[in-house]
């Protein structure tokens, strides 16, 4: 008897198994597919949806780079190269090279969070795919320019002073170690 | 008829294959369908993990941990960061640890969607990978928002974690454990219990508790034999004893006890013990820093030191030697998938090819973590 | 079709002294060209991009739609992608088997438009071994299959042929045990025959006509399915498992050949169906104009017969995979005598009702819109309980 009993169990746990999973794929037909139409038929664009943090290809923004090495040492894999040496007439600190190898680069932030003014930063930008393996080594001097110098005050030179707030409040999002960074979320839930 | 002259086949389930999950190789001497055979053949993507660490320093290997494991990359994190700490003794800061296990337990979930996808999606059900897809799309949705990288995270430190977090995460990560509660018990009743799955699932591949211990089985793999074992509970380490959570084990209900249902379900239960554990951490999380101070040239002192923790796998193991310089002199991971490709070659006498699939599905088997 | 011969030469258009065998001939080599290449080999590719459709919509993504509006031209850029292709024959396979087991398995599929009954007057041979024609003819891709995983000279292929055989072998007999509650119902074989024994409303059909039709129905859709290769019994082109069964050494148009066959069969699935148990064509009588009343008829066969290839592609989205044991478990143990008892059943039915009994075709049919309301509140339960945004729009 048990085996009747068993074989008329089958037929019925395949049926009403099978009838509620149908029901479940019945009902994704109503919902909306969770598919991004990546890149024509979006409002906006991608890079502009992703969030600050967003760990994209490297920039540098030189007008705030103080010249100190601290990315070049951070990086595991040594994909950046900076040639910054010591101006004999003039005795300032002058940046004549800063590469990134972007093929090389795996995208982790080591080499932003030790940087004290926030020049060398992730962007929201991903799309760097391109012909040929020399353009993806990043120049970011064109001519030898001048290091930074941070001054002890706010900045004065108001050209330089926006770039500063966007590297200061880069920095900001890092944690800051042992200090009393306080929580937004404080109140005991 | 017992006469009848039979031939083996010996056929090969290559590095590339739809299901086998990465690059890996079997070759397979079967009689037909049945197999006599299965004997695997790993290191197709061995990448020399351990002995870069020697050369990148302790602050420079934390993105390489990352890809020792890329489906669950937060433990691996969480493994290196308490190995330097335990070596140097620094101790984390109460938020930090809290912020580690909100990440790691997230990352828990992913990983356990993915496995439990691409176990349907190998036994033929293509619907439920998608979905568990979705789910994990909406988990590195929100991780992106924590720490800007969606598969290799690079999130934690050595003394806590790299950012802390962002405003208004918490009640998207609420919100999204509402939705995801729901969508768990809908995933069960499409293909869980489904009269066919469980039919492909029960009585395949079962290994007994004392094959388990003795093949070095771990995480649900182990826990599937009734067997009650979790670092989390029995080892405990971080914050975790401060949270109330249950630990899964199998108990042979749909077929024999240590079968491949009984890991697919240790699986999904587990996945709705970290949603618990989420919330009370999401709910209980102190103010305070993330991230002790450490020196930018890590030095700790001679000596070794072992840690043990649960990442999505099981029992990781993590064993550094320092020389007192800044590079380690040894790095080891200890990682549960290489012991899972030891028993396969045992379970597969007797099996059809069907089973194969199913049984280095249920063992959730992923090759980075084999080869490093 | 001897009345449109008659029509035809009364016209004058072939000249006064046709024979009339001749411009049978004719016509049939015109009607079989317009349905062939009109209508079997273009849905055997259409349904390939409504099936991606479909299952896109049911995992939660998008599916095809860029190629063309809503990407309706994809099927047409795959075939000349397969078209492009290498024709690889490898070395050692036996390159004539190998080059003609795709062919047999299309002519499986093509064979049975012959006796495919769009409308009262819309069959290109209205055989009186209809139904039986259809089902043996579709027994064919044993043939090419086994032949395809043999001279491919592959060892997975080989496994997938075998499985492949024995499947589609042994599901014949559910099948054809299931069509003989109906030739008991209605005591011919012919296509016609069989639908104008039922009517137009649902509680005419045969699927309600009594419980014994309704399981048969049911099993014969399975086996019928089983017999085509479709998921949950896809295990010959188990994708996860031998890559692509019998057909992985095809490449190019040869292995499209197998995959419109896969999917040309949909609608011989659906036809044998919808023929058998859901009234075919019948259409409520609105209009004397024949020519009306025939594309009535022959949209409300198109409707039953798509509807229930939309049902395949359903399943196959939503189910996994049988083992080949369980297959024929599931076939000997649980179909065959299921099938028989259907058989038995309804000969007792038709020896104590000889002109059918309409209160059970009633009970029947309330029966099903009660099955039909539960399913409906199932699946507003899951679009509630998932709080997921709903969407009706099909195109995207």
Not at chain 1, 38 to 64: K, S
Not at chain 1, 120 to 145: M, N, Q
Not at chain 2, 99 to 119: Q, Y
Not at chain 2, 189 to 211: D, F
């Amino acid at each position: 008897m048990s085996a009747v009993s068993e074989y008329v169990g089958n037929i019925k746990d395949a049926v009403t198994s099978i009838f509620e999973g149908m029901a479940v794929t019945a009902s994704h037909f109503m919902r909306k597919p969770y598919t991004v139409q990546y890149p024509d038929r979006m409002p906006v664009r991608v890079q502009d949806t992703l969030p600050f943090r967003y760990r994209g290809i490297l920039e540098v923004d030189l007008e705030i780079c103080t010249g100190c090495l601290a990315c070049e040492r951070a990086c595991p894999i040594d994909c950046i190269v900076i040639v910054v040496d010591k101006d004999p007439q003039t005795r300032q600190m002058l940046l004549s090279q800063f590469d990134i190898d972007i093929a090389k680069c795996m995208y982790c932030g080591l080499c932003s969070e030790p940087c004290p003014t926030g020049s060398i930063h992730h962007t929201t930008e991903f799309e760097g795919a391109d012909y040929s393996l020399e353009s993806l080594i990043r120049r970011f001097v064109k001519d030898p320019v001048m290091a930074y110098k941070p001054k002890k005050g706010p900045e004065t030179d108001t050209r330089i002073a926006p770039i500063l707030n966007r590297g200061m409040t880069y920095l900001d999002q890092w944690a800051q170690p042992g200090g009393e960074k306080p929580a937004e979320e404080e109140e005991p839930a | 008829m017992s006469t009848l002259h039979t031939e083996e086949m010996t056929l090969n389930m290559g590095p590339q294959h739809p299901s086998t999950h990465g690059v890996l190789r079997f070759v397979v001497r079967a009689d037909g369908e049945v197999m006599r055979e299965a004997i695997p053949d790993v290191g197709y993507l061995h990448r020399s993990i351990e002995k870069i660490a020697e050369k990148v320093g302790y602050h420079g290997f934390m993105p390489y941990t990352d890809r020792v494991d890329y489906v669950c990359a937060m433990f691996t994190n969480q493994g290196w960061g308490m190995a330097c700490e335990k070596l140097a003794n620094i101790e984390v800061p109460h938020r930090g640890e809290y912020c580690r296990v909100i990440a790691a337990e997230f990352n828990r979930i992913a990983s356990h969607l993915l496995s439990v996808g691409a176990m349907a999606m190998d036994i033929g059900a293509v619907t439920p990978f998608t979905h568990a897809i979705r789910e994990r799309e909406m988990i590195n949705d929100l991780i992106e928002e924590l720490c800007g990288a969606r598969l290799t995270f690079n999130y934690m430190r050595i003394g806590g974690v790299a950012w802390d977090l962002p405003p208004g995460w918490r009640e998207k990560a609420l919100a999204y454990l509402d939705h995801f509660d729901p969508i768990l018990e809908e995933y069960n009743a499409l293909i869980s219990w489904n009269k066919i799955y469980i039919e492909r699932l029960a009585n395949v591949g079962v290994i007994t508790p004392a094959e388990a211990i003795n093949y070095n089985l771990v995480g649900p793999n182990l826990r599937a034999c009734g067997i009650k074992w979790d670092i989390r509970k029995d080892i405990p380490y971080s914050v975790y004893p401060e949270f109330e959570f249950d630990v899964p084990i199998g108990d042979g209900h749909w077929g024999k006890l240590g079968d491949s249902m009984d890991r697919y379900v240790v699986r999904i239960r587990e996945m709705a013990e970290s949603s618990k554990i989420l919330r009370q951490a999401l709910h209980k999380i102190p103010g305070g820093p993330v991230l002790a101070k450490v020196a930018r040239n890590f030095k700790p002192p001679k000596g070794e030191c072992q840690i043990r923790l649960e990442s999505g796998r099981g029992d990781m193991g993590w064993y550094v030697v320092s020389d007192g310089t800044g590079y380690p002199w040894r790095v080891h991971v200890r990682t549960g998938s290489f012991a899972a490709m030891g028993i396969i070659q045992k379970l597969s006498a007797g099996l059809m090819i069907a089973d194969l699939v199913t049984l280095i599905a249920s063992l959730d088997v992923i090759a980075p973590e084999i080869d490093r | 079709m001897e009345t449109l011969v008659h029509n035809l030469i009364a016209s004058g258009a072939f000249g006064k002294n046709a024979s009339p065998s001749m411009v049978a001939a004719i016509v049939v080599f015109i009607m079989s060209a317009v349905v062939f290449l009109g209508v079997a080999f273009p849905f055997a590719g259409i349904v390939s991009w409504a099936e991606r459709r479909v299952w896109a919509r049911i995992q939660s993504r998008v599916g095809p739609n860029r190629v063309g509006p809503q990407g309706f031209l994809q099927w047409l850029a795959d075939g000349v992608k397969h078209v492009c292709k290498e024709d690889i024959i490898p070395d050692e396979s036996d390159a004539p088997l190998f080059k003609m087991a795709p062919y047999l398995v299309m002519l499986a599929f093509t064979l049975p438009w012959a006796v495919m009954p769009f409308s009262s007057s819309l069959i290109l041979a209205d055989l009186n071994v209809g139904i039986l024609y259809m089902t043996s003819v579709t027994a064919l891709t044993v043939v090419g299959v086994l032949m395809a995983g043999w001279a491919s000279n592959d060892k997975w292929s080989l496994i997938g042929g075998i499985r492949s055989a024995a499947q589609i072998v042994s599901y014949e007999i559910p099948a054809g045990l299931s069509i003989f509650p109906v030739v008991l119902m209605t005591g011919t074989l012919s296509m016609q025959g069989i639908i104008r024994a039922q009517g137009w409303a649902p509680q005419h059909w045969f699927l309600f006509a009594n419980p014994f039709t309704f399981v048969a129905a049911n099993i014969l859709y399975i086996s019928a399915l089983a017999e085509g290769n479709r998921t949950p019994f896809d295990l010959p082109e188990a994708e996860s498992e031998l890559v692509a069964g019998f057909a992985t050494e095809y490449s190019g148009m040869r292995y499209l050949f197998f995959f419109m066959a896969e999917w040309g069969n949909l609608f011989i699935i659906g036809a044998i169906i919808a023929t058998l148990f859901l009234g075919g064509w019948q259409f409520p009588h609105v209009t004397k104009n024949v020519v009306a009343m025939n594309i009535l008829q022959a949209i409300t066969f198109n409707v039953k017969v798509l509807f229930l290839v939309f049902v395949s592609m359903w399943i196959r989205a939503t189910l996994p995979r049988v083992r080949i044991d369980q297959l024929m478990t599931l076939c000997w143990k649980y179909f065959v005598p299921i099938s028989f008892v259907n058989m038995i059943g309804t000969a007792v039915w038709v020896a104590i009702w000889p002109d059918g009994n309409s209160l059970m075709g009633y009970i029947m049919l309330a029966g099903a819109i009660a099955l039909a309301a539960v399913f409906t509140q199932r699946v507003i339960y899951y679009l509630r309980r998932s709080r997921m945004e709903v969407y009706f729009n099909p195109t995207i």
